[in-house]
């Protein structure tokens, strides 16, 4: 199973970032995402689609339908300058868990 | 809360054997599934399997005939093993706990350790 994301995206500060990860039926299972910025690991902002977790500011939201999940960063900030990475889980495959290639994320 | 520490040799040799520590604190790791991550250098991240704290484990089919994962409950670690390394298995190797429910088709990783980078040369 495979997760593809693309390699970069670019916004403006303070306007919509979205970051799409797709899948076949994708929408069929729960995805997550993770920010990763340089020399750190990575940090778990979206789970199960659309959840954020204590501490992740309100802007990041995420969503899945169909063959795609997105994950969007509202009124994009410098600090949000990271690589982005979709996980879901292929409980039908041997390969269990599946991340996406991973997105850079630009606020310039 | 939970914090995790991966320990490591840093350098292995072409051919030997890796072995890496994740020490675990705020948390037994006895009633959870651990996790553990690589990401070589510029590259993105790759699942090497897991482990139940019951022993149970699940191993990415591309390097399951290598890689192990155990645990010490006693010390509240659980470690990786992978043989016959090469070049491409160097890379900064990561655990992390495992949250959700395989019963509800729903897992994500949280927290992460820090990584320890593991550097494959002769």
């Known amino acids: 199973y495979e997760l593809t994301q693309p390699p970069s995206v670019s916004v403006s500060p303070g306007q919509t970032a979205s970051i799409t990860c797709s899948g076949d039926q994708l929408g069929d299972k729960f995805v997550s995402w993770y920010q990763q910025k340089p020399g750190q690991s990575p940090v778990l902002v979206i789970h199960e689609d659309r959840k954020r977790p204590s501490g992740i500011p309100e802007r990041f939201s995420g969503s899945n339908s169909g063959n795609t999940a997105t994950l969007t960063i509202s009124g994009a900030q410098s600090l949000d300058e990271a690589d982005y990475y979709c996980q879901a889980w292929d409980s039908s495959t041997a390969w269990d868990v599946v991340f996406g290639g991973g997105t850079t994320l630009t606020v310039l | 809360q939970v914090q995790l520490q991966e320990s490591g040799p840093g350098l292995v040799k072409p051919s030997e054997t890796l072995s890496l520590t994740c020490s675990v604190s705020?948390?037994?790791?006895?009633?959870?599934?651990w996790t553990w991550i690589r990401q070589p250098p510029g590259g993105g991240l790759e699942w090497i399997g897991y482990i139940y704290g019951s022993g149970k484990t699940h191993y990415n089919p591309s390097l399951r005939s290598r890689v192990s994962i155990s645990v010490d409950t006693s010390k509240n670690q659980v470690s990786l093993t992978l043989t016959s390394v090469t070049a491409a298995d160097t890379a900064l190797y990561f655990c992390a706990k495992e949250r959700g429910s395989r019963g509800q088709l729903v897992i994500w990783f949280d927290p992460w350790g820090p990584g320890t980078r593991v550097t494959v040369s002769s």
């Open positions: 705020g948390d037994s790791i006895s009633a959870y599934y």
